[in-house]
T-cell receptor
Framework: EADIYQTPRYLVIGTGKKITLECSQTMGHDKMYWYQQDPGMELHLIHYSYGVNSTEKGDLSSESTVSRIRTEHFPLTLESARPSHTSQYLC??????????????FGPGTRLTVL | GDSVTQMEGPVTLSEEAFLTINCTYTATGYPSLFWYVQYPGEGLQLLLKATKADDKGSNKGFEATYRKETTSFHLEKGSVQVSDSAVYFCALSDRVDSNYQLIWGAGTKLIIKP
C-alpha cells in the first residue's frame, strides 16, 4: 500500500494569492491524480499524470495547474486563488504493477478555504 | 460511457443493525469494482475490491459480491458499529488507452447511532 503525503492539511488564504498544494508518495508509483471534492460529496478528477513530464486535465475544468518533474512529487498550483476554489483537494497514486494497476491510494487531503 | 449509481444517503442505522448500501454500474468491458471509505476529515481508504464476476471482496466485516447478471456490487455488513460512520464510495475501473481511471459513485453517508 502506498504512503501518500499532502501538505498543508488545512489552508486559509485571501483572494488573489498564489498557492501550491504539495503531494508526495514513497512507493514509486508512476500514476498520480488530483481530485476536487466538497467534503463528503462526489469526487471530481481535475488532473492526472502517467509519469514524469506527463500531465493531463481531468473531467472537471480547473484553473489549477500541475507539474511532474519527479516520480514521487505532484504539486498543484493556483496562480490566483478565489472563493470558488474553496474545497478539499485529494491526491492519489496507483502502481504500474499487475494486479494493482487499477487501484488508487489516497493521501489525507488538503482543505482549502479562500476568503 | 461507464457509470456508477449508488444508494442516496444519508443512511441512518442503530448499532448492531444489518447494513446494505446499493451500488449498480454500467460498463462496456470487464471492470474491477471497488468500495472506498472516507472518515470525517480524511482521505479515501480502499475498503475492498473485486476483479471479476462472482468474486467476493471482504474487509473489516464488510463484504461485496461482483454480480455481472445484475450489474451490482452491493456493500453489506452484518452488525455495524458507531465507528463505521463515514461516507462510502463505490467505483469501477475504466480502461483508457493502456491505463486505468476510476469512475466514482456519488457517495453514501452512513450514520450509526449508539
Amino acid at each position: 500500500e502506498a504512503d501518500i503525503y499532502q501538505t498543508p492539511r488545512y489552508l486559509v488564504i485571501g483572494t488573489g494569492k498564489k498557492i501550491t498544494l504539495e503531494c508526495s508518495q514513497t512507493m514509486g508509483h508512476d500514476k498520480m491524480y488530483w481530485y476536487q471534492q466538497d467534503p463528503g460529496m462526489e469526487l471530481h478528477l481535475i488532473h492526472y499524470s502517467y509519469g514524469v513530464n506527463s500531465t493531463e486535465k481531468g473531467d472537471l475544468s480547473s484553473e489549477s495547474t500541475v507539474s511532474r518533474i519527479r516520480t514521487e512529487h505532484f504539486p498543484l498550483t493556483l496562480e490566483s486563488a478565489r472563493p470558488s476554489h474553496t474545497s478539499q483537494y485529494l491526491c492519489a497514486s496507483s502502481s504500474d504493477r499487475f494486479p494493482s494497476t487499477d487501484t488508487q491510494y489516497f493521501g489525507p487531503g488538503t482543505r482549502l478555504t479562500v476568503l | 460511457g461507464d457509470s456508477v449509481t449508488q444508494m442516496e444517503g444519508p443512511v441512518t442505522l442503530s448499532e448492531e443493525a444489518f447494513l446494505t448500501i446499493n451500488c449498480t454500474y454500467t460498463a462496456t468491458g470487464y471492470p474491477s469494482l471497488f468500495w472506498y471509505v472516507q472518515y470525517p476529515g480524511e482521505g479515501l481508504q480502499l475498503l475492498l475490491k473485486a476483479t471479476k464476476a462472482d468474486d467476493k471482496g471482504s474487509n473489516k466485516g464488510f463484504e461485496a459480491t461482483y454480480r455481472k447478471e445484475t450489474t451490482s456490487f452491493h456493500l453489506e455488513k452484518g452488525s455495524v458499529q458507531v465507528s463505521d460512520s463515514a461516507v462510502y464510495f463505490c467505483a469501477l475501473s475504466d480502461r483508457v488507452d493502456s491505463n486505468y481511471q476510476l469512475i466514482w459513485g456519488a457517495g453514501t453517508k452512513l450514520i450509526i447511532k449508539p
